[in-house]
């Protein structure tokens, strides 16, 4: 090989080299809806660590060990675990256990109450999140019915477009009112009430819009 042919071998693959580095560096580029996605999940983490949360009235009784559930990390509300129970010869829940959709994919969150069989689980279908709950209550909380909205990631809310209701799941609470607990569109980032052997109270804990 004469000298100009091997100074042109060496210019070749010095331009394939440059160009592999430039398709790396572009494929390693986030997407436009990636950087939406980040953004999500950091406005819900910040707002699970700071104060700027707030949380429907709840639904039930009085007593029980209070509870106050959000992922630190960042997280949306997407549905339920739930395992029912006898109180006084009506049915009630006895436990509940949150959903939530992280960026790694849905995860369990804490059982709050008592775990009695296999549980009943409603759960919002892809894309969409909790949005509201309708539920009655006494001294305990009897039975309830989840409402999922579309989730907004740009501007972390949910909409009502393509919304559906979950079972009713637990007791029917007799006379009982029927409370609704909504979120007024701000995502659901946790849950909040009050348990010891069963779920005395009830409701969710939302991140405001600013």
């Known amino acids: 090989?004469?000298?100009?042919?091997?100074?042109?071998?060496?210019?070749?693959?010095?331009?394939?080299?440059?160009?592999?580095?430039?398709?790396?560096?572009?494929?390693?580029?986030?997407?436009?809806?990636d950087a939406i996605e980040k953004r999500f999940y950091a406005s819900l983490a910040a707002a699970a660590n700071k104060a700027a949360t707030e949380n429907t009235k709840k639904v039930g009784g009085k007593?029980?060990?209070?509870?106050?559930?959000?992922?630190?990390?960042?997280?949306?509300?997407?549905?339920?675990?739930?395992?029912?129970?006898?109180?006084?010869?009506h049915l009630i829940i006895r436990g509940i256990r949150p959903i939530f959709q992280t960026s790694h994919g849905r995860v369990p969150g804490k059982v709050h109450?008592?775990?009695s069989g296999d549980p009943i689980r409603v759960e919002a279908k892809e894309g969409y999140?909790?949005?509201?709950?309708?539920?009655?209550?006494?001294?305990?909380?009897?039975?309830?019915?989840?409402?999922?909205?579309?989730?907004?990631?740009?501007?972390?809310?949910?909409?009502?477009?393509?919304?559906?209701?979950?079972?009713w799941v637990g007791g029917g609470g007799g006379r009982k009112a029927l409370h609704p607990l909504t979120s007024n569109g701000n995502a659901v980032i946790g849950i909040t009430g009050a348990s010891g052997e069963d779920v005395d109270r009830l409701g969710l804990v939302y991140c405001e819009r600013r």
């Open 113 to 115: 109450g008592r775990q």
């Open 129 to 167: 999140a909790v949005a509201a709950i309708e539920a009655r209550g006494g001294d305990r909380l009897d039975g309830f019915q989840v409402l999922y909205w579309k989730i907004h990631a740009t501007d972390v809310s949910l909409d009502a477009e393509g919304s559906s209701k979950s079972e």
């Open 1 to 33: 090989m004469n000298l100009f042919s091997l100074r042109f071998l060496r210019i070749s693959l010095a331009v394939m080299s440059l160009a592999c580095l430039s398709d790396t560096a572009i494929s390693q580029q986030p997407t436009g809806s």
């Open 63 to 89: 007593g029980g060990g209070q509870f106050f559930e959000v992922v630190p990390e960042g997280a949306i509300l997407v549905g339920f675990d739930v395992w029912k129970g006898d109180w006084s010869g």
